[in-house]
């Protein structure tokens, strides 16, 4: 087994921040021919090109990029150690970068990620939202900690991914004002009633096709989102009835003026963190997932 060489990779790290082999010489007071060969010894040993010029300029690779943030949390890491040992406080938050899926509801999001933070005051959650594609390719990257997503994940991705799932519930049947005459016979009020739903690529929306032909109800389709936000924007302006995990109920009537038309159990939406880990680690995530399974949701 070789052992990582740190000098390679603090001149690595130099040249990356300072964008050039030149800027980096005069940063770390050496020639620029010894730090390319000591550049070269680093590639070598692991294997990958770091850097590829475009011009004059150094731009990372892909995989550059990946021992890049490794290499700023072991410096960051190294810089904390000096301190401790100096008897200093640290002065450092510890940071939980995760990925949100576009689909989940924003009141479920905060109530998943709320546990995290008051898990501890110097927790910094730093948030991303997209599709699940992008967010496992940042997950396998290792820009990501988690994913929070309404679904297992089945896509390919360059590192394999654990489903962690953290608890399901049934759905509930949201309407503003004007449509509350709607409550009346659910769920046969609902065939040629405006549906306010979520993208076809959602889980939940399959499950809500399903559940409607099931039913043999024929609902006017009035809108497609990608963005759960936007979709609870247009149902609280009356353009049509939505549906939301029923865990949330009293929120979106509270914060939304929307009231429950019906609900049913026969839908479930489900919700996991997906890691690179099998077994959970991060202290933040740790604390959504203890949280989620014992206090929001049965699993």
Partial sequence: ???????????????????SIAKAGEELHLAQPTISSQLKL????????????????LVLTDVGRTVMRYADEIFRLGNELKNVVAGLPTGQQLRLNVGVLDVIPK???????????????????????????????????????????????????????FNHLLGKCGVSFFAAKQLSHLKKDFPRSLDAAPMLLPSDESSVRRSLDLWFERQNLRPLIAGDFDDSALLQAFGQSGHGVFALPSVIESQVERDYNCSVIGRTDEIETCFYAITVERRLRHPAVVAIAEAARSQIFSV
């Avoid at 087994?1 to 964008?19: C, K, Q």
């Avoid at 479920?108 to 005051?121: H, N, R, S, T």
């Avoid at 939202?129 to 994940?153: K, Y």
């Fill in 1 to 19: 087994m070789s052992w990582l060489n740190y000098h390679h990779l603090l001149y690595f790290w130099t040249v990356a921040r300072a964008g």
């Fill in 42 to 57: 680093l590639e070598e040993s692991l294997g990958h090109k770091l850097f590829e010029r475009q011009g004059r300029k």
């Fill in 107 to 161: 009141l479920v999001a905060e109530q998943l990620l709320k546990p995290a933070l008051e898990a501890g005051p110097s927790l910094r959650i730093i948030c991303r939202e997209g599709p699940l594609p992008q967010l496992l390719a940042s997950l396998a990257l290792h820009e990501l900690d988690v994913v929070l997503a309404d679904a297992p994940s089945s896509e390919p991705v360059s590192v394999r991914s």
